[in-house]
């Protein structure tokens, strides 16, 4: 294996040409803008980012685009990039300054650079990022770079922000002159004088030696060396994949899916556009958001009854494309039922796609062919298993396993729920398990659903609550009853001010037209718009004694059992949903 050390301003103009391209078995840009932020900093800084490892051949191999704009390649010969997508494609698009392409549509990602930051190493630790999020758009600032935990007041916000090196864009920081676009840097037209102009600063201040200094150390990243390791032109493209899974399965940056599809793709040529276009069909038709991961896993379950990806290797390419259409007929089934039956409009609403899963083996298994009884039992035990976090606790795929035996011999979906109160001891819930519950918890989608099941509108246009609406005014955003920053001059906790039962859905037109104001000042008036119903159908309390922001404390246990009211008519079965 020869090595080369070849700087990144090199394999940005290769990956340009055409020169670099993607072997099928990698999977998409999947990195989010922080991470970008993170890598530039670790280059700005000198710290090691790891190697890449490049296979080069003269084969007629698959492959796949890469999310930033290539050339075609006029040469017979391939230079394909097996470890160092992500980093390779984020410094593309920044030295570049162009958007990556996700699924067919431009994603714009900007960087600033704070000419101010403080000396030495970084201020803050590294941001580990959560796997969770949800479909709904906060009530706070949409453009902060930092994190809801963050946003106790605004000068700790200010300070933490003045600390970093390097962050995500956003319509405030552009309009701060120290805070400069790190494309603009790499941009050969735009000179030192013209990024330092609105500073209002001559070269013979120091700020000016300072910050040019800093420009000319970013525009060095081009400059930073990688360690190339290049596999020979003799190996195989199965020797290939066998090297993927091996040097991948040593770190962490691979999931056990993307593993298993580097194998499956090199025994069945072509396989990852078969998945990719799913992926793309199931959204474009029903909005679920799919992972080419949990396809590899769905083809495991129909090929072997089972979740685990030990065996993938040895499947042979016919039952591999025979499992293929069971899943996709399943996942049909399964993205169906979740959003005609239980009300769920996509994935952002499932404690864990597992979820999915089951619900698409249970559908073929049966032949897509669900009696009433059945129905109504499937979906108590949908909504059971994810707001007890049935696949998110504990050995998911021993949990999920057990539950495919079960459908494998036959059982009913009432042994399925029966499995769920051995689990768990109580499926129900009650007003505590409200207490401190944010969005992060699997309760803030199910009292979503229970909301919308029992009819809860829109305070404003009297639309019924839904994902799907169009408009910006009509997007369902969750918004704190209680104002936040009443709640905070008052000296509530922030995990009860971001409770859950401080949540109620509605646009975002309503949303920002209620701002600050507290709801003993805007419930009348809302009333008297809509009726004493568009309290009641939100389960918000229609006593007026506690509006006010002295009894919040006496309005959250209220509301809470109010909440488990109506959660619990979903999980017990007793609503018309």
């Known amino acids: 294996m020869q090595k080369a050390d070849i700087s ?17 078995m990698q999977r998409r840009y999947i990195w989010p803008a922080t991470r970008v932020r993170d890598l530039l900093d670790s280059l700005y800084r000198g710290y090691p980012s790891g190697s890449i490892l490049v296979w080069e051949t003269d084969q007629a191999t698959p492959t796949h685009g890469m999310a930033v704009k290539q050339a075609l390649n006029p040469f017979s010969g391939y230079k394909l990039l097996l470890d160092g997508q992500q980093r390779l494609t984020s410094l593309s698009l920044i030295v570049r300054g162009e958007p990556v392409l996700v699924r067919g549509r431009k994603r714009p990602i900007e960087i600033l650079f704070n000419l101010d930051h403080p000396e030495g190493p970084p201020a803050e630790v590294l941001e580990v990022e959560s796997d969770e999020n949800t479909p709904f758009e906060d009530d706070v600032n949409p453009d902060s770079d930092l994190d809801e935990e963050m946003d106790d007041t605004v000068e700790s916000v200010a300070q933490r922000v003045s600390k970093r090196t390097f962050v995500v864009a956003s319509r405030n920081l552009l309009s701060d002159p120290k805070w400069v676009k790190v494309s603009d840097l790499f941009n050969e037209e735009r000179t030192d004088w013209e990024l330092l102009k609105p500073l209002q600063i001559q070269p013979d201040d120091p700020r000016w030696t ?115 259409e069971q899943a996709k007929r399943g996942i049909y089934f399964a993205t169906n039922f979740l959003r005609a039956n239980a009300g769920m409009e996509d994935e952002s609403l499932l404690s864990s796609p597992f979820l999915i899963l089951l619900i698409a083996y249970y559908g073929v298994r049966h032949d897509e062919k669900l009696t009433s009884s059945e129905e109504k039992t499937l979906l108590r035990w949908l909504f059971i298993a994810h707001t007890r976090g049935h696949y998110s606790r504990g050995s998911t795929e021993s949990v999920l396993d057990a539950d495919l035996n079960l459908i494998k011999r036959g059982e009913s979906p009432e042994r399925l729920i029966e499995v769920l109160e051995q689990q768990f001891g109580r499926i129900t819930v009650d007003s505590a398990d409200f207490i401190g519950r944010g969005i992060r918890s699997a ?76 709801p003993v000042e805007y419930f009348p008036t809302i009333i008297a718009k809509r009726s004493i119903t568009a309290l009641s159908a939100q389960c918000i309390p229609t006593n007026a004694k506690v509006w006010t922001i002295d009894a919040y404390r006496l309005f959250l246990e209220q509301r809470r059992e109010l909440l488990a009211a109506a959660v619990n008519s979903l999980l017990t079965g007793e609503s018309d949903s």
């Open 443 to 518: 309760l803030f989608s199910m009292a979503y659903l229970a909301l919308k099941a029992q009819g809860a509108k829109d305070w404003w246009s009297g639309l019924g609550l839904s994902l799907s609406h169009q408009g910006r005014n009509n997007f369902i955003q969750y918004h704190h009853i209680f104002p936040k920053s009443k709640l905070q001059e008052y000296g509530y906790e922030k995990a009860e001010i971001n409770e859950l039962a401080n949540m109620a859905f509605i646009s975002g037109r309503v949303n920002r037209g209620l701002s600050n104001t507290l």
């Open 8 to 24: 990144v301003g090199k394999l940005v103009e290769m990956i340009a040409a055409g020169e670099l391209q993607l072997p099928e």
């Open 210 to 324: 300072l910050y040019t200094k800093r420009l000319a150390r970013i525009r060095k990243i081009r400059d930073y060396l990688y360690v190339v390791n290049i596999l020979d032109k003799s190996l195989s493209y199965e020797e290939v994949a066998e090297i993927f899974v091996r040097v991948n399965s040593l770190g962490v940056k691979l999931r056990g899916s993307d593993l298993a599809l580097a194998q499956i793709t090199a025994k069945w040529k072509n396989s990852l556009a078969l998945l990719e276009n799913f992926v793309d069909e199931v959204e474009e038709h029903s909005q679920f958001s799919l992972d080419t991961g949990l396809l590899v896993r769905a083809i495991m379950i129909f090929a072997t009854d089972q979740s685990r990806f030990k065996v993938v290797g040895s499947i042979s390419i016919e039952r591999l494309q025979e499992a293929w």
